[in-house]
């Protein structure tokens, strides 16, 4: 069966899940959504058992909030086994991290923190803690990358916003692959993806938000499987740049953009070990994109 968009599938295709399988973590706590806790813990207790539950990835909640989320999980009869990245806003903060995690019968774990660095100091300072550091788009970020590897840490990166200074060039998510891939280590994206495929749409929900260009998930995610196996950066660019979706090809066991084809097995692989998420304050806009798109049942 082939799935290509325009053309509704019967099923999902192996090599769609294997790019699309936990890659959203859920952060509807956060701009432009901006829920309050009880609704966004409710919102990620039903697309847990939804019918694409397996494209979700983690809750993501401030360190500041966690109180609040366990007083939300708790009031929500929330099943066992949540996942969450937890934004830490100060170093002092993973002590908090430490102390959750440490409680007895509770059922959620923070496996995942994220953090800004303003300099290669600051990434050292987290020496020795699990985390996803986010770094600067707008300069070169390759040495502060390169740092990390030897502080077994991963990479951030911020691809969008409530305005259009806060999305990065193509050249500058480029050069952020290039540095991740350089320095074998994983990242995630935040903000901004809440399209498959790049194209103009309101920063915001409100009806008078303003447009601009936004980058799309499946551009960057495959993308960062170009750059993993050695595409000429100019390629690179290229998908990052692509607004047709139709440029994307989904076949039972591959997916391809023009003569660059990946197979299932190695998307696994890069989603698993390189490009492992991407935070979205909405879960169900990039679901329904995809099932305009004729990507989704």
Same mark, same amino acid.
């Given at each position: 069966?082939?799935?290509?968009?325009?053309?509704?599938?019967?099923?999902?295709?192996?090599?769609?899940?294997?790019?699309?399988?936990?890659?959203?973590?859920?952060?509807?706590?956060?701009?432009?959504?901006?829920?309050?806790?009880?609704?966004?813990? +409710?919102?990620?207790?039903?697309?847990?058992?939804?019918?694409?539950? $397996?494209?979700?990835? =983690?809750? @993501?909640?401030?360190?500041?909030?966690?109180?609040?989320?366990?007083? *939300?999980?708790? $009031?929500?009869? !929330?099943?066992?086994?949540?996942?969450?990245? !937890?934004? @830490?806003?100060?170093?002092?903060?993973?002590?908090?991290?430490?102390?959750?995690?440490?409680?007895?019968?509770?059922?959620?774990?923070?496996?995942?923190?994220?953090?800004? *660095?303003?300099?290669? *100091?600051?990434?050292?300072?987290?020496?020795? @803690?699990?985390?996803?550091?986010? #770094?600067?788009? /707008?300069?070169?970020?390759?040495?502060?990358?390169?740092?990390? !590897?030897?502080?077994?840490?991963?990479?951030?990166?911020?691809?969008?916003?409530?305005?259009?200074?806060?999305?990065?060039? #193509?050249?500058?998510?480029? =050069?952020?692959?290039?540095?991740?891939?350089?320095?074998?280590?994983?990242?995630?994206?935040?903000?901004?993806?809440?399209?498959? @495929?790049?194209?103009?749409?309101?920063?915001?929900?409100?009806?008078?938000?303003?447009?601009?260009?936004?980058?799309?998930?499946?551009?960057?995610?495959?993308?960062?499987?170009?750059?993993?196996?050695?595409?000429? /950066?100019?390629?690179?660019?290229? #998908?990052?740049?692509?607004? /047709?979706?139709?440029?994307?090809?989904?076949?039972?066991?591959?997916?391809?953009?023009?003569?660059?084809?990946?197979?299932?097995?190695?998307?696994?692989?890069?989603?698993?070990?390189?490009?492992?998420?991407?935070?979205?304050? +909405?879960?169900?806009?990039?679901?329904?994109?995809?099932?305009?798109?004729?990507?989704?049942?």
């Amino acid at each position: 069966m082939n799935a290509t968009p325009g053309m509704p599938p019967t099923a999902t295709t192996p090599a769609l899940h294997a790019l699309l399988a936990s890659l959203i973590d859920y952060a509807g706590l956060f701009p432009p959504a901006g829920l309050d806790m009880e609704t966004a813990v +409710s919102n990620y207790a039903r697309y847990k058992t939804g019918p694409y539950a $397996w494209m979700l990835g =983690r809750f @993501v909640v401030p360190v500041a909030r966690l109180e609040e989320f366990e007083t *939300a999980w708790l $009031w929500a009869k !929330a099943p066992a086994g949540w996942k969450l990245s !937890a934004l @830490v806003a100060k170093l002092e903060e993973l002590e908090a991290v430490k102390a959750f995690n440490a409680k007895q019968n509770w059922k959620v774990e923070i496996d995942a923190v994220e953090l800004k *660095a303003g300099s290669v *100091a600051d990434i050292h300072e987290v020496n020795g @803690v699990t985390a996803y550091v986010e #770094v600067p788009s /707008n300069v070169d970020p390759t040495h502060m990358i390169a740092a990390m !590897a030897h502080e077994n840490l991963r990479a951030k990166i911020r691809t969008g916003g409530l305005t259009a200074d806060a999305f990065p060039q #193509v050249t500058a998510v480029a =050069r952020f692959l290039r540095a991740c891939a350089g320095a074998h280590i994983p990242f995630k994206a935040t903000a901004g993806l809440h399209h498959p @495929v790049r194209c103009m749409k309101p920063f915001t929900y409100k009806p008078d938000s303003p447009k601009g260009t936004m980058h799309g998930f499946l551009n960057v995610f495959l993308a960062a499987a170009m750059v993993r196996r050695g595409y000429a /950066n100019m390629l690179v660019e290229q #998908v990052l740049a692509e607004e /047709n979706p139709r440029a994307f090809q989904f076949s039972d066991d591959a997916v391809r953009w023009r003569d660059a084809q990946f197979s299932s097995a190695e998307l696994t692989d890069v989603r698993t070990n390189f490009a492992i998420a991407f935070g979205s304050c +909405s879960f169900e806009d990039p679901i329904t994109d995809l099932q305009a798109l004729g990507l989704l049942p």
